[in-house]
């Protein structure tokens, strides 16, 4: 099974025969001669470098750079060891970076990738359920900064993008739930078929992620294709990030950090609960969401609700100082440009806790 979706400038395929497709696009690739480099992780360069490496002969001779796994590769320290890196080793404007992992990766590679030499071409290899639906595609790169995510960063596309949902097997099911959740939310803002087949998922064993992971990404290419500088229908598929953002920058500030899809799961609790108060949600659609989430993220959190807001209030999505929200006026119509006050925010994190403390 493989299909190829395109985007505005690129084409993402996915399928098992996207080894074959690296090589053609190779083939054709104007790095001819250049040097090659492949970005991994330590767990990427374990699980999938060596099936890469196996499967593109054209890999063998290529430059590894590795960095650490975990969010806190997504620094400048690690982007200037990268330049450097690259400068060492030989790159030229027509050498390739490979990004060969999750969404950590491919983050920092892009922009890596962007910033090298004013731009050299990248392609990205997601590894990881979240990088295959979600991060790989759509041109955003970026790090964090000053303990805010995503904080500096630029859009810059890859020349291609290449899903093989292979590299899952080895894929840690806490990555996978991770994932998942980027899976819900293209559901919930896409429409009731793709939100009823997800819904349908009891655990993500027995699941046919060929088909799960076309529909995700479709999602995601025609909202980003449609307005790529996200001006505004873009901004849909924020939809439970202002809360993720603020409470992974506040969970990582306190030492406790959690995965990126679980901070998206919960996020989409509270907006789901503001998207209730604030663009009349209605309470059957609502109630399904509370549960499906609760089912697959059995999560406890403590957190201070003031504190988070406090984190809203940086977020880049802001403008004329109102914490902004990407909500949902009923599935498959979701509202850009929220608002909500103070008060109903810390409603909104105040029943995510009580939410998340329900056993289903
Ligand atoms: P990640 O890159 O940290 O990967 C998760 C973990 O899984 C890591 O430990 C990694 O080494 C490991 N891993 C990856 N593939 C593996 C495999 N096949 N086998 C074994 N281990 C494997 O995190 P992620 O969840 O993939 O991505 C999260 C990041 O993506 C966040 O920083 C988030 O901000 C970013 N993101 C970016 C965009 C975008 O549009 N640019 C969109 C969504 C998320």
């Known amino acids: 099974m493989?299909?190829?979706?395109?985007?505005?400038?690129?084409?993402?395929?996915?399928g098992n025969d996207t080894f074959y497709q690296i090589g053609k696009f190779l083939s054709k690739s104007r790095s001819g001669n250049s040097k090659k480099f492949i970005l991994v992780d330590e767990n990427t360069k374990e699980h999938c470098l060596p099936l890469l490496q196996g499967g593109v002969l054209a890999f063998q001779q290529a430059v590894i750079l590795e960095i650490a796994s975990g969010e806190e590769s997504k620094s400048i320290d690690v982007i200037v060891n990268?330049?450097?890196?690259?400068?060492?080793?030989?790159?030229?404007?027509?050498?390739?970076?490979v990004n060969l992992g999750g969404g950590v990766v491919s983050d920092v590679g892009g922009f890596t990738a962007a910033t090298f030499m004013r731009g050299i071409d990248f392609?990205?290899?997601?590894?990881?359920?979240?990088?295959?639906?979600?991060?790989?595609?759509?041109?955003?790169?970026?790090?964090?900064?000053?303990?805010l995510k995503n904080q500096v960063g630029t859009f810059d596309e890859p020349q291609a993008v290449f899903v093989s949902p292979v590299f899952l097997k080895t894929l840690p099911e806490v990555e996978m739930r991770s994932g998942f959740a980027e899976v819900i939310k293209h559901a919930l803002i896409s429409d009731y078929k793709k939100w009823s087949d997800v819904k349908a998922i009891e655990n993500l064993e027995n699941v046919n992620w060929f088909d799960i992971i076309r529909e995700s990404i479709w999602t995601k290419n025609k909202i980003v294709n449609s307005d790529f500088r996200d001006r505004h229908i873009r901004k849909a598929l924020n939809f439970g990030h202002t809360i993720a953002h603020a409470l992974e920058s506040y969970l990582r500030k306190n030492n406790s950090p959690i995965k990126h899809g679980e901070a998206v799961a919960i996020g989409m609790i509270g907006e789901t609960y503001l998207s209730q108060?604030?663009?009349g949600l209605n309470e059957k659609d609502?109630?399904?969401?509370?549960?499906f989430i609760r089912k697959h993220y059995p999560l406890t959190l403590e957190f201070d609700s003031d504190s988070i807001i406090e984190f809203m209030k940086s977020d880049k999505k802001n403008h004329s100082e109102k914490i902004n929200f990407s909500l949902n006026k009923s599935i498959g119509e979701p509202m850009i440009n929220q608002h909500a006050d103070e008060?109903?925010?810390?409603q909104a994190l105040e029943f995510c806790k009580e939410q998340l403390m329900v056993v289903s």
């Not at 590894?127 to 955003?140: E, F, Y």
């Open 2 to 14: 493989s299909t190829t979706i395109r985007s505005n400038n690129y084409e993402i395929f996915l």
């Open 82 to 97: 990268l330049w450097k890196d690259l400068t060492e080793q030989g790159a030229d404007q027509q050498s390739l970076l």
């Open 123 to 147: 392609i990205n290899i997601p590894t990881s359920l979240l990088a295959m639906v979600d991060a790989s595609a759509g041109g955003k790169n970026g790090i964090n900064f000053g303990g």
């Open 277 to 279: 108060q604030v663009c």
């Open 286 to 291: 609502a109630t399904e969401i509370y549960q």
């Open 343 to 346: 008060a109903l925010i810390r």
